[in-house]
DNA sequence: ATCCTACATTAGACAGAGTCCAAGTCAAGA
DNA sequence: TCTTGACTTGGACTCTGTCTAATGTAGGAT
């Protein structure tokens, strides 16, 4: 399973198609995102990076997931206070569970309607766009006994 | 609508009951998150207690935050990737809504039970200890055509 | 009332995440 | 192939937050 909805390398076109210059640097971010379909930070995404492409700058880094969140094509998530992270699955409603210990998130889908359950009444004036939610809980490997 | 379901004033007696002493420092910030209801930063909580108290320095500001944090006393928000915001109404469960525009944040209270929505086969063996829920949309402010 | 001392506070150095900029590079249309 | 405006680079910079060694002080002991 390793193409979701929409695979990445169709993320290539597209960005074509929106008048984007088709880089290796921009290739390169695609692929690392495209390649697990994890939940990296982007000091993450320039490490794998790197490997592929050694003189890429973390500047580039930053600037092509901007590009990427901005065009809806990669979510952005900041779970905790510390680094973003990036999430490919952009195409398919979901919520994340993330892990209290490790940081670690998976992809989740809530069942109900998340805006519906919120009354006009609690809406203060507000034009509301979206809502997401965050799981908290402890993964299965760090409940493990023996590990850290 | 000064107090809400408990008094800071209260929380200076329950600091103390639990062996922490009465600081000063202690009580401006106690303050500063009692006078509005506001989910101020950790900066905004500073330049407010050196006003009331001009010596008292930045680390003392985040340590007492963070150890209401830890009593439960105030609950740490972090709904973008920039400075954490501290919510004084730790006491009643409440979901946030917070502008997209100008990052300001209310409080909400939707209905439905959150944690019931994700069913047991999207649990992943995590054990689920609670969850958040963000709204996000643009505040009557933001969305007035003549205001930036 | 004063003394003691463990706990608090302070200033400033440090660290992590992210942004900005001027200079150099290159994709792709002519 | 040439040209040019968009892209990339490295490094400086900003913003949040943490850490540390030195200094101060709350509050129990005397």
């Known amino acids: ?80 206070g510390r680094a973003k992270r990036y999430d490919p699955n952009a195409h398919s409603a979901h919520q994340h569970l993330v892990c209290s210990r490790c940081g670690s998130i998976r992809d989740v889908r809530p069942e109900g309607d998340l805006l519906s359950a919120l009354p006009e009444s609690e809406r203060f004036g507000f034009r509301i766009s979206g809502a997401e939610v965050t799981y908290r809980g402890i993964c299965p490997d760090c409940a493990q006994p023996g590990r850290n």
């Open 1 to 80: 399973m390793r193409c979701y909805p929409e695979c990445m390398s169709d993320l290539l076109e597209r960005l074509r198609g929106r008048g984007f210059r088709l880089t290796a640097q921009r290739r390169v971010v695609a692929e690392v995102l495209d390649s697990d379909h994890v939940h990296y930070t982007a000091d993450e995404v320039l490490a794998r990076a790197t490997a592929r492409l050694p003189e890429i700058s973390r500047a580039t880094v930053y600037n092509t997931l901007g590009e990427l969140v901005a065009l809806g094509e990669v979510l952005e998530v900041s779970t905790d």
